[in-house]
């Protein structure tokens, strides 16, 4: 944390690296709710000062200790100092592409965490629709030819922070900012198409939850049939045609918990991209992630009742040989059916 502060531009981004797996890799709450504004303040001075990759890892760090510091009065303050200084990057064309990227991701993750006024949330998702749909893509327009990790980030942000915002509001996208997103189905980044193809569908279900059907959803289901290019887009498709989304199941630990909708999907997602490999262990201990994912207390588990949890050697052996005859079997019987129409 120290180093967050030393003249050496390299000393700084290795601090920052260090601070990034440190957080996303452990549960340091209490560690760091006294050092927030020391930490904070460090912070600041990487994203003001700094240039491109410094830029960057401030706002991935930034949005971890967010993370940490959870969706109380000590997570807002961290937002609220830092918030205008996110926008000012984000929407300065002139700055790093990965800078702007990196507080697309920090706006979004830190305003879901611990915005305290609508007027927040508001405000964000403007800044980043602004970055992912600009005027020029607007109803009747075009998609821009560009696209790259930058507008990814900006519309997974701002599709998160849908997931959080009223029902009034959903009804205004349905109403004024439907159009900008099926113009980038045909984007020129694979990314960004499936992005667009699932937050379609988000908002599909948002709408379906709160009772209202979108009068386009004909038209644009058509697009999406002649677009779909993924097999993402058939799952999309078969919630906007039947309201059934293909769950998806994560096991952590001796725990598991179910993705049954694109809000869940989205929400988890968001939360995978920032923690990296660290996302089971935070599932396990992070009482903000439990919380969100409505998980209850981390459990607290003695010696014997993990050593029980353990499967043997032998066990897994067992049980491995019996799923391989079964598949045998199971591939057995469908070449004979084959053989018998041949």
Same mark, same amino acid.
């Given at each position: 944390?120290?180093?967050?502060?030393?003249?050496?531009?390299?000393?700084?981004?290795?601090?920052?690296?260090?601070?990034?797996?440190?957080?996303?890799?452990?549960?340091?709450?209490?560690?760091?709710?006294?050092?927030?504004? =020391?930490?904070?303040?460090?912070?600041?001075?990487?994203?003001?000062k700094?240039?491109?990759?410094?830029?960057?890892?401030?706002?991935?760090?930034?949005?971890?200790?967010?993370?940490?510091?959870?969706?109380?009065?000590?997570?807002?303050?961290?937002?609220?100092?830092?918030?205008p200084?996110?926008?000012?990057?984000?929407?300065?064309? =002139?700055?790093?592409?990965?800078?702007?990227?990196?507080?697309?991701?920090?706006l979004?993750?830190?305003?879901?965490?611990?915005?305290?006024?609508?007027?927040?949330?508001?405000? @964000?998702?403007? @800044?980043?629709?602004?970055v992912?749909?600009?005027p020029?893509?607007?109803?009747?327009?075009?998609?821009? #030819?560009?696209?790259?990790?930058?507008?990814?980030?900006?519309?997974?942000?701002?599709?998160?922070?849908? =997931?959080i915002?009223p029902?009034?509001?959903?009804?205004?996208?349905?109403?004024?900012?439907?159009?900008?997103?099926?113009?980038?189905?045909?984007?020129?980044?694979?990314?960004?198409?499936?992005?667009a193809?699932?937050?379609?569908?988000?908002?599909?279900?948002?709408?379906?939850?709160?009772?209202?059907?979108?009068?386009?959803?004909?038209?644009?289901?058509?697009?999406?049939?002649?677009?779909?290019?993924?097999?993402?887009?058939?799952?999309?498709?078969?919630?906007?045609?039947?309201?059934?989304?293909?769950?998806?199941?994560?096991?952590?630990?001796?725990? @598991?918990m179910?993705?049954?909708?694109?809000?869940?999907?989205? #929400?988890?997602?968001?939360?995978?991209?920032?923690?990296?490999?660290?996302?089971?262990?935070?599932?396990?201990?992070?009482?903000?992630?439990?919380?969100?994912?409505?998980?209850?207390?981390?459990?607290?588990?003695?010696?014997?009742?993990?050593?029980?949890?353990?499967?043997?050697?032998?066990?897994?052996?067992?049980?491995?040989?019996?799923?391989?005859?079964?598949r045998?079997?199971?591939?057995?019987?469908?070449?004979?059916?084959?053989?018998?129409v041949?």
């Amino acid at each position: 944390m120290d180093n967050l502060l030393d003249k050496s531009t390299k000393t700084r981004q290795v601090a920052l690296q260090s601070l990034r797996l440190a957080f996303s890799s452990k549960t340091l709450s209490e560690f760091l709710l006294e050092r927030r504004l =020391t930490i904070t303040d460090s912070l600041e001075k990487c994203l003001k000062k700094g240039k491109g990759e410094e830029q960057a890892l401030a706002g991935t760090v930034l949005t971890l200790l967010c993370l940490q510091m959870g969706s109380g009065p000590e997570g807002e303050e961290v937002f609220r100092s830092l918030k205008p200084l996110l926008i000012s990057i984000l929407t300065d064309s =002139t700055a790093s592409p990965s800078a702007r990227q990196s507080c697309a991701m920090a706006l979004g993750m830190c305003c879901y965490i611990a915005a305290a006024d609508l007027e927040d949330v508001i405000l @964000c998702l403007s @800044c980043l629709e602004g970055v992912f749909s600009p005027p020029s893509a607007g109803e009747g327009g075009s998609a821009p #030819t560009q696209h790259g990790p930058l507008h990814c980030s900006a519309l997974q942000s701002w599709s998160l922070l849908l =997931t959080i915002c009223p029902p009034s509001h959903i009804k205004s996208v349905l109403d004024n900012r439907w159009l900008k997103l099926p113009p980038l189905l045909s984007s020129s980044s694979v990314m960004l198409r499936i992005l667009a193809g699932e937050t379609i569908a988000l908002v599909f279900e948002l709408a379906h939850d709160m009772e209202v059907l979108a009068t386009e959803s004909n038209k644009y289901r058509a697009k999406m049939d002649r677009r779909k290019q993924r097999s993402i887009f058939r799952d999309i498709l078969r919630f906007i045609e039947s309201g059934e989304y293909q769950e998806e199941t994560i096991r952590f630990g001796l725990e @598991c918990m179910y993705l049954d909708s694109w809000a869940r999907q989205r #929400t988890y997602q968001a939360f995978k991209e920032v923690l990296g490999s660290g996302i089971r262990h935070h599932l396990q201990n992070n009482e903000l992630l439990r919380e969100i994912f409505g998980l209850g207390p981390p459990l607290v588990l003695d010696t014997a009742a993990l050593k029980a949890s353990k499967v043997s050697r032998f066990e897994k052996h067992l049980y491995n040989s019996a799923a391989f005859k079964a598949r045998t079997k199971a591939r057995s019987r469908v070449r004979d059916k084959r053989v018998d129409v041949l």
